[in-house]
């Protein structure tokens, strides 16, 4: 079964920076798409970046397009999201998340194992 863990979350001020981890263990399909989404209490959970197994193709959110990228170290079973340029209305857990691959990885609704979630604050 396969297992995620996030870390790297943390309190930044508006236009700083973070690197968000994702270690996983188990098994996952080399077709397996894996994503971030993120969600702030009495909001629905958001997909912000995607990437299949591999290392393509990517989605993002329009909200985080050109400040955020996704990436994996498949030799660490690692995904990451690397946040520049934050903004306040980034405040929000984030969580990361894994399914078998049998759409296309922004079927946001379509992942099925998930992290506990790592804090993210941006002050103005």
Not at 1 to 11: H, I, N, P
């Amino acid at each position: 079964q396969v297992q995620l863990a996030e870390s790297g979350g943390g309190s930044v001020q508006a236009g700083g920076s973070l690197k968000l981890s994702c270690g996983a263990s188990g098994v996952i399909s080399s077709r397996a798409c894996m994503a971030w989404f993120r969600q702030v209490p009495g909001k629905e959970r958001e997909g912000v970046a995607s990437i299949r197994i591999g290392g393509t193709p990517k989605y993002y959110a329009d909200s985080v397009k050109g400040r955020f990228t996704i990436s994996q170290d498949n030799a660490k079973n690692t995904l990451y999201l690397q946040m520049n340029n934050l903004k306040p209305e980034d405040t929000a857990m984030y969580y990361c998340a894994t399914f078998p691959g049998w759409w296309a990885c922004d079927s946001w609704s379509s992942y099925n194992v998930w992290g506990n979630g790592t804090l993210v604050t941006i002050s103005s």
